[in-house]
Structures are given as C-alpha cells and as structure tokens.
C-alpha cells in the first residue's frame, strides 16, 4: 500500500512513469509496479510525437532545411513502427493515427 500511495503522489506532481520508476528503484529499491496510472499513449511514443512537431515548427521558419526535412522522415518512420507495435499488443487501440 505504500508503495501505491508513493506512485499516486508522483503521479499527481507531473513525474513522467520512467522517472517514478527511477525514483523507486534508487530510494526504495522496488523493481516494478503496475499501478493503473499509465499514460493514454507509451511515453516513448510521445516523445517521438513531440520531437516530430518540434521538427516541423522549425520547417516552418526554415524551408531549405534539408537535414531537418531528412530526420522528420526518419523520426516519423519511427512513430509509424512503434504505433504498429503497440496495436499489435493492445496498448494504443487500433483505430489510433
């Protein structure tokens, strides 16, 4: 029960799940949890979403970017797999774009 009330309290300041994770494997030395307080989407998935519009903001202001215009491919390929992986396991659910 502790262990919940401590994720639940971490949850609530903002921490992302790797930094609780962290956190309680450092200071506490428990390995894992689930606790019922995951994100909508996988954290790594949002995190490629975030870079890939950060990417595309900077397209904007800077047209003739080629090497950015060549890592937004990339890192939307990236976005596509992972996408693909975890609507094969069932952790996005299979209409998500």
């Known amino acids: 029960m ?13 921490l992302t799940p790797s930094q609780i994770g962290v956190i309680l494997r450092d200071s506490h030395g428990i390995a894992q949890v689930k606790s019922g307080l995951a994100p909508e989407i996988p954290e790594d998935l949002y995190h490629l979403i975030k870079k890939a519009v950060a990417i595309r903001k ?40």
């Open 2 to 14: 502790y262990v919940d009330d401590n994720i639940c309290k971490f949850a609530k300041k903002g």
């Open 58 to 97: 900077h397209l904007e202001r800077n047209r003739k970017d080629k090497d950015s215009k060549f890592r937004l491919i990339l890192v939307e390929s990236r976005i596509h797999r992972l996408a693909r992986y975890y609507k094969k396991t069932k952790k996005l659910p299979p209409v998500w774009k």
